[in-house]
């Protein structure tokens, strides 16, 4: 009688849409492509200027939210459980929703891993722009962002292990929980980064590609996983449509700060330009530092910034261990 009641409830799990398998797909795929461009930004700069620290806490721990969160839905805890009953096609068919966030948790976990390795902090003196260097994410951020992304993860671990232990009926409440807990981290995490973007007046570390391709992709994955969860799914598709809309807002953003600062390069003639700028070298010279990101105040014409450009695409290429490099976390001249 189990087994028949088993079978009657994953006979939708053998009912496969076509038309949602190749949307599940194509958001698994788009998912993992959408985050390259920023990885490889990252890399590419050898520095995570420009991304908020607090971006980072607040996407990784909605990230993780989310997945747990989807994992422990009553829905997905049945269809993981037929996977028993079913051929290994309708089981990888079937679960495609949990591994698009299960895909995205691991993207921004690395974009998380990356903003600490190629995090940068170099306490420069520059009575001109006091107030630049006050606002300058310090190594203790950081650090603090590292300690709270950590204990939050352990956090969801240990709860999740104790209640299928001692309270497995509790289980789908806290699946809710988790869900809020995803949603409210989601509607404030581009907050400090359009204000960090703002102030800045430039994109640094952040990928324009990306939010043009997680964009619209975000309402799409919404839909996708309305589609398979109905209302009742409706603490995980709404993170992503709240996410989709806030991340629209700081690519428009971006777009506008990049277009101007295309503008300005290519209208002002580069001598002309008021070396206004921390030294990134920490003198008080114009000599340009390894990651500064305004090259261009350095270079009076377009031969010496490609110079300083080249110069500094070399030197990051060559720093195998930025963390442990001057200006990174640790430096011991940071205070």
Not at 78 to 105: M, N, P, R, S, Y
Not at 113 to 140: G, H, K, M, S, T
Not at 175 to 193: C, D, K
Not at 238 to 246: C, D, K, R, S
């Amino acid at each position: 009688m189990e087994s028949f009641l088993q079978g009657d409830v994953c006979q939708d799990l053998r009912e496969i849409s076509v038309v949602n398998l190749i949307v599940s797909i194509v958001i698994v795929i788009g998912m993992l492509i959408s985050y390259l461009p920023q990885h490889a930004r990252i890399i590419s700069r050898g520095t995570s200027e420009g991304i908020s620290p607090y971006f980072v806490l607040l996407g990784t721990t909605s990230a993780t939210s989310a997945f747990a969160n989807i994992l422990l839905l009553p829905k997905s805890r049945q269809d993981i459980a037929c996977c028993k009953e079913v051929e290994t096609f309708h089981c990888v068919a079937g679960l495609l929703g949990i591994a698009q966030l299960g895909v995205q948790w691991i993207c921004f976990t690395f974009i998380f891993v990356l903003f600490l390795v190629f995090f940068r902090y170099n306490p420069v003196e520059d009575p001109d722009n006091e107030a630049l260097v006050e606002e300058q994410p310090r190594w203790q951020t950081a650090l603090l962002v590292a300690s709270l992304t950590l204990l939050h993860g352990l956090a969801v671990i240990v709860v999740t292990g104790l209640l299928s232990t001692i309270a497995h009926d509790k289980l789908a409440l806290w699946a809710n929980i988790l869900g809020v807990m995803a949603a409210l981290l989601a509607a404030v995490q581009y907050i400090p980064q359009i204000w960090t973007t703002y102030h800045l007046k430039h994109v640094g570390s952040l990928s324009i590609p990306m939010m043009c391709i997680q964009t619209p992709g975000g309402f799409v994955f919404a839909g996708s996983l309305f589609a398979r969860l109905g209302w009742a799914g409706w603490s995980s598709w709404g993170i992503f449509v709240l996410t989709a809309t806030m991340q629209g807002l700081l690519l428009y953003m971006a777009i506008y700060y990049e277009i101007q600062a295309r503008k300005k390069l290519s209208k002002t003639p580069l001598h002309s330009q008021a070396p206004s700028h921390l030294y990134a070298n920490g003198f008080d010279d114009d000599t340009p530092g390894r990651f500064t990101s305004h090259p261009e105040h350095y270079a009076n014409n377009q031969e010496q910034l490609q110079a300083i450009m080249d110069r500094q695409e070399s030197d990051a290429a060559a720093e195998t261990t930025p963390l442990l490099k001057s200006g990174g976390i640790g430096n011991s001249g940071s205070n």
